[in-house]
Nanobody, 121 residues
Framework: QVQLVESGGGLVQPGGSLTLSCAASGSFFKIYEMGWYRRPPGEPRELVAS???????NYADSVEGRFTISRDGAKNTVYLRMDSLKPEDTDIYYC???????????????WGQGTQVTVSS
């Protein structure tokens, strides 16, 4: 089982910055990818950014150039640096990990509890 613990959310003014962190722990064979998702009001859950174990990154168009995802493989931790924040970035941000518990298991998705990000003056 993989446990994900997020931190770093909060209230920030438009144009400000925040950095989210997500640490994975527990018993697992390998984490293949970690990322951040959010669910805007009335919309389906959307990928914000992801990073693979090979450091390949992927960003939503709406955050490209403003957000930066990175990871520390030794700590099984992923970070999301959010700059130039806008009110429409307000949401709960959920950490996701794609992992195998043991070598011959299928890959599974694991989710954190979410951390609130509020962008408001």
């Amino acid at each position: 089982q993989v446990q994900l613990v997020e931190s770093g959310g909060g209230l920030v003014q438009p144009g400000g910055s925040l950095t989210l962190s997500c640490a994975a722990s527990g018993s697992f064979f390998k984490i293949y990818e970690m990322g951040w998702y959010r669910r805007p009001p009335g919309e389906p859950r959307e990928l914000v950014a992801s990073i693979t174990s090979g450091d390949v990154t992927n960003y939503a168009d709406s955050v490209e150039g403003r957000f930066t995802i990175s990871r520390d493989g030794a700590k099984n931790t992923v970070y999301l640096r959010m700059d130039s924040l806008k009110p429409e970035d307000t949401d709960i941000y959920y950490c996701n990990a794609v992992a195998r518990r043991i070598e011959w298991d299928p890959k599974n998705d694991y989710w954190g509890q979410g951390t609130q990000v509020t962008v408001s003056s």
